[in-house]
Structures are given as C-alpha cells and as structure tokens.
C-alpha cells in the first residue's frame, strides 16, 4: 500500500464505500459525509489528496474548499471534485477556486485512479523539492563557513551529506583568552529531522559555551550541561546526540576533550596511528551522567582526525565496512600528503564499490605544522 493517505468527502454511501474499497487497495484512504466532518478529520490527520462532492448537506464541497484555502496547512492539498453537475458553470466555479481537476458522474474508475496517481506523483515532485531546499539550508547552518587560522597549524574539514542528510555538525569558536573550544556530533535520526534537531542543539551549544566560559573552560563541565538540557528541554528531550567537545590552546600546544559516545578520534605523528581510547555515555540517555576529560600533549608535526560514523559505515569492495581499524590506517596513510584530509576521502572511495559516500559524512583534521 502507498503511503499517502486520502480523504473521501461524500454524502451518498454507495459511493463513498465503493471509493475506499477502490482506492483502499493502493492509499490510506479515511471518508467523511459532509463538508463539515471533513474538517474534524483533516484537523486530525492532514491527507496528501481530497476527493470531494459538492453537493452535500450542511457544508458543500465548494464552500469546503473554500475553508481549507484559508489556512495555510491546508491550502496546498490537492483538490478533486467528483460531482454529478454536469454544467459548465459549476466546472468554471471550481477551476476559479483552485481546483485540481473535476470529474463528473458517473465516473470511470481507471481515469479517477489514473488522476489521482498523477496529483500525487506531483505532490511528491514539490516535497521532493521542498525537503532538498530546507535540507541545503540546514546543512548549511550546521558548518561554519571557514576553519580556524592559526599560526604553526592548519585545520581542514569537510562535509557532506546524502540525500537531505542528518545530523552531523561542526563548529569553532575562540576564547578571548585565544583558545579554541571545537564541537564535532552526531544527532540520531536521518533527513530533516535530524537537522531540525542538530541546528536546535548547536545553537544551545553556542549559547551555553559562551556563558561557560565565563566560568569554566572544561569540557567535561560544558558536556554536563548539555546532557541536562537534552534530558528537561520540552523540544529536546527525545533527541539522543553522541558528541566530542575539543579545547584547543595553541599556545601550550595541547588539546583537552570530553567524548559522549562519539566515534573515537585518530592522532597521528611520525611514530604512527592512535586511536583514542577515552568515551562516555552518550549524550541525552541518562540523567546525572558522569563525563571527564582527556588531555594531550602536540608535538610538532601531530595530527588529530575527528569523525562521524558515516566514514567508517563505508563498505569495501570485499563488503566489510571500513571501521575503526580502517579509519585508523587510512589517517596513517593520508599523513604526510599536502592535503591530508582529502587524499584519506579519495583513499577511502578507492577501496568502496561505490564512488560516494552512502551516508553523510563529517571529517575534521587539525595538525600542528611546526616547532
């Protein structure tokens, strides 16, 4: 059965059963007798297609359509109307409502299915649309537009999602005190939801890190915070997100983090690959969570590679994902190249069946250049 659901507004009940056991059989089809119930069910359930009569009792269809052009969750449905008015001014009425088509008793029941069919192949076009719109728009949001500039160090990342992607996010921001906090996650779920949910959660972030920092410059403090907030937040609460928090101080070289549940970064240097053992909860499971922090020390020519699971859920061409162990061979074999982070994405279609990532991605590579 196809997923879109169809109102049936019709007063006579041979017709109107004839209509959903007809249209049963391909959509989720509810019926209302009047203009007037059909309200009550649309407030219930909004369908993707109305097929209506128009003469009923107690609210016609014209003046039925003529209410749902008046809110703007409505106004949009695509509007049939199955009538036995024959005349031209009741078809010229309809077209000068809106109306999407207008097909007279007694009906053939392939033409109605074939018209119904083709409303909705166009109410799928425009949505279509729509979510790879609002989904650009997000994905936009959940990126800064540039890397940090520093001296003796150079950050790179790369993003890219699939389809209307997830809930992948990345962003920087400096202290006055010239350090970096960098914030890396994950938001469960895929398409717009999930991005709905990661731009609500990186904005609280960057309200609560810039009140944070007035106070602390913890990791594992701020990481506290944000599990409270998904856990009591009345839009939040249900979201599950993992999460690695990075405070980068240039100056001493080093790099404090906090890890919920979040893919675990690779550091490199010229004596080999690490993968970094630390990880907590995740964020948004349990109340009065405990997080702590890991600190590191950056010798000069050490990298860090900071990911979401979308790199290491890419298969191989034996079939396998590529994991952490391949993640963590691919860093050692981007290392050293002049753009690392991009020779490791190439390296890693390179061993896929496939010539792009299945899922959406999110890559982050910090290096210290230098003495």
């Not at 009425?93 to 109605?112: A, E, H, N, S």
């Not at 609002?134 to 790369?158: H, I, Q």
Request: net charge negative; proline share 4%.
């Amino acid at each position: 059965m196809d997923e879109h659901t169809i109102l049936i507004v019709e007063d006579d009940s041979t017709v109107r059963e004839l209509l959903k056991y007809r249209l049963g059989k391909h959509y989720d089809v509810f019926t209302a007798t009047n203009g007037e119930e059909a309200l009550d069910e649309i407030e219930e359930t909004i369908p993707d297609l109305i097929i209506s009569d128009i003469m009923m009792p107690k609210m016609d269809g014209f003046a039925l359509q003529s209410s749902l052009q008046t809110d703007k969750n409505t106004r949009i449905i695509p509007f049939i109307f199955l009538t036995a008015r024959a005349d031209e001014e009741a078809r010229q009425q309809g077209q000068r409502k809106g109306v999407d088509d207008y097909i007279t008793k007694p009906f053939d029941m392939q033409t109605l299915l074939s018209r119904v069919e083709r409303l909705l192949e166009r109410v799928d076009m425009f949505q279509t649309q729509l979510d790879a719109q609002l989904g650009k728009d997000f994905s936009n949001r959940l990126l800064p537009d540039s890397a940090p500039e520093v001296d003796g160090y150079a950050v790179d990342f790369y993003s890219e999602a699939r389809r209307q992607g997830g809930g992948d996010l990345f962003d920087w921001t400096e202290t006055d005190r010239g350090t970096y906090f960098l914030t890396i996650g994950d938001v469960m779920g895929k398409g717009l939801r999930a991005k709905f949910y990661a731009f609500s959660f990186l904005s609280y972030v960057r309200g609560t890190l810039n009140t944070l920092l007035e106070e602390s410059t913890s990791p594992a403090t701020l990481m506290t915070k944000l599990n409270d907030m998904l856990l009591n937040d009345e839009v939040l609460e249900d979201t599950f997100a993992t999460f690695l928090l990075l405070h980068w101080d240039p100056s001493a070289h080093t790099l404090t983090y906090a890890n919920a549940g979040h893919c675990r970064p690779v550091l490199v240097s010229p004596d080999g690959p690490e993968v970094l053992e630390h990880s907590d909860l995740i964020l948004g499971l349990e109340e009065e969570a405990e997080f702590s922090e890991v600190s590191l020390d950056l010798p000069p020519e050490t990298a860090l590679m900071a990911y979401t699971d979308g790199l290491m859920e890419q298969h191989t061409q034996a079939g396998d994902m590529l994991g952490e162990e391949g993640v963590r061979d691919l860093t050692a074999e981007a290392y050293g190249h002049d753009a690392p982070l991009h020779t490791l994405l190439d390296d890693a279609l390179a061993q896929s069946p496939s010539d792009q990532f299945e899922d959406d991605i999110l890559v982050v590579w910090l290096q210290r250049t230098g003495a």
